[in-house]
């Protein structure tokens, strides 16, 4: 596995959340291999391969989380294939299953505004309004939040670049209320551009963890602690742009997303939204 790994890492230049997640997915079979069938992973065949696949089912693992298992397993049978270690991959004829549609959860815009106005004026406070406004103003992933670093951010322009986990970057656009936050949160301070930007009381970047618990705090105060995710303020975020006019083109180059099924999925959401709004108002609706 470890020689595959270093393969994937150095001619496919996979990130490291990528390995890990290659690593615990090889080692889940390998594991049912042994378990279940007795073998090694060069002893496998294709009804171990449909046998695995039939037990995640069964399991009640996720349509996503399955196939992320296969493509992980077919892409380490493909490379045994490349160096010789084996002469047919037995996942090749396993078909992926259609994912289960995502559930788009947003908030509204008056629960936007309440969220904003919970920060008070203390360091923390200033620092979470600026995070908050960040957040909702841009769609950036928590990754991206994490990862970015005073240099990342152009305030006179208007701008700010966002690195994803694999270093791929974007450009986004800063609303008047974001700046004005994050104006208040690095004023009167020097930092050095590679310094990061968000980061905690004692100085330290500000983690995922980090992220997750500021929001489920200021959720909890709203009433809905177990909604307030980083990923409901990046889908409020291309909602709200939709419900305004924004067309999907444009928000895919926003939020950075390849797969136009996840901008369809906002689509949805925003038709649902149109036609509540025309049954509520519509004399003859």
Same mark, same amino acid.
């Given at each position: 596995?470890?020689?595959?790994?270093?393969?994937?890492?150095?001619?496919?230049?996979?990130?490291?959340?990528?390995?890990?997640?290659?690593?615990?997915?090889?080692?889940?079979?390998?594991?049912?291999?042994?378990?279940?069938?007795?073998?090694?992973?060069?002893?496998?065949?294709?009804?171990?391969?449909?046998?695995?696949?039939?037990?995640?089912?069964?399991?009640?693992?996720?349509?996503?989380?399955?196939?992320?298992?296969?493509?992980?397993?077919?892409?380490?049978? +493909?490379?045994?294939?490349?160096?010789?270690?084996?002469?047919?991959?037995?996942?090749?004829?396993?078909?992926?299953?259609?994912?289960?549609?995502?559930?788009?959860?947003?908030?509204?815009?008056?629960?936007?505004?309440?969220?904003?106005?919970?920060?008070?004026?203390?360091?923390?406070?200033?620092?979470?309004?600026?995070?908050?406004?960040?957040?909702?103003?841009?769609?950036?992933?928590?990754?991206?939040?994490?990862?970015?670093?005073? +240099?990342?951010?152009?305030?006179?322009?208007?701008?700010?670049?966002?690195?994803?986990?694999?270093?791929?970057?974007?450009?986004?656009?800063?609303?008047?209320?974001?700046?004005?936050?994050?104006?208040?949160?690095?004023?009167?301070?020097?930092?050095?551009?590679?310094?990061?930007?968000?980061?905690?009381?004692?100085?330290?970047?500000?983690?995922?963890?980090?992220?997750?618990?500021?929001?489920?705090?200021?959720?909890?105060?709203?009433?809905?602690?177990?909604?307030?995710?980083?990923?409901?303020?990046?889908?409020?975020?291309?909602?709200?742009?939709?419900?305004?006019?924004?067309?999907?083109?444009?928000?895919?180059?926003?939020?950075?997303?390849?797969?136009?099924?996840?901008?369809?999925?906002?689509?949805?959401?925003?038709?649902?939204?149109?036609?509540?709004?025309?049954?509520?108002?519509?004399?003859?609706?």
């Amino acid at each position: 596995m470890n020689e595959f790994l270093e393969y994937l890492k150095n001619n496919k230049r996979a990130s490291e959340n990528t390995l890990v997640a290659y690593r615990r997915d090889i080692a889940a079979f390998e594991t049912f291999l042994s378990d279940n069938r007795a073998k090694f992973m060069n002893e496998c065949s294709e009804s171990d391969a449909v046998a695995y696949v039939m037990e995640l089912s069964n399991s009640s693992k996720s349509k996503s989380t399955i196939n992320r298992k296969v493509s992980a397993l077919r892409t380490y049978y +493909e490379h045994k294939m490349n160096i010789g270690e084996r002469t047919d991959n037995p996942f090749a004829k396993i078909k992926t299953a259609k994912n289960d549609a995502r559930q788009i959860e947003y908030l509204t815009i008056e629960e936007v505004e309440r969220l904003l106005e919970l920060p008070d004026d203390s360091k923390k406070g200033i620092r979470d309004k600026a995070l908050l406004e960040f957040m909702y103003g841009t769609g950036a992933r928590v990754t991206e939040v994490v990862r970015m670093k005073y +240099e990342d951010l152009n305030l006179r322009m208007g701008f700010a670049t966002l690195r994803d986990a694999d270093d791929a970057s974007r450009i986004v656009p800063l609303g008047r209320y974001a700046r004005a936050a994050l104006e208040a949160y690095i004023a009167g301070e020097e930092h050095a551009p590679e310094e990061y930007l968000f980061v905690n009381m004692r100085g330290e970047v500000l983690t995922r963890q980090g992220i997750w618990k500021v929001l489920k705090d200021y959720g909890e105060m709203m009433g809905i602690g177990e909604r307030m995710t980083p990923q409901i303020l990046r889908d409020t975020y291309a909602v709200h742009i939709l419900q305004n006019g924004g067309d999907l083109k444009t928000l895919q180059e926003l939020m950075g997303f390849d797969d136009m099924s996840v901008g369809i999925a906002y689509l949805a959401v925003t038709d649902i939204h149109v036609r509540e709004v025309f049954a509520r108002c519509h004399p003859r609706a």
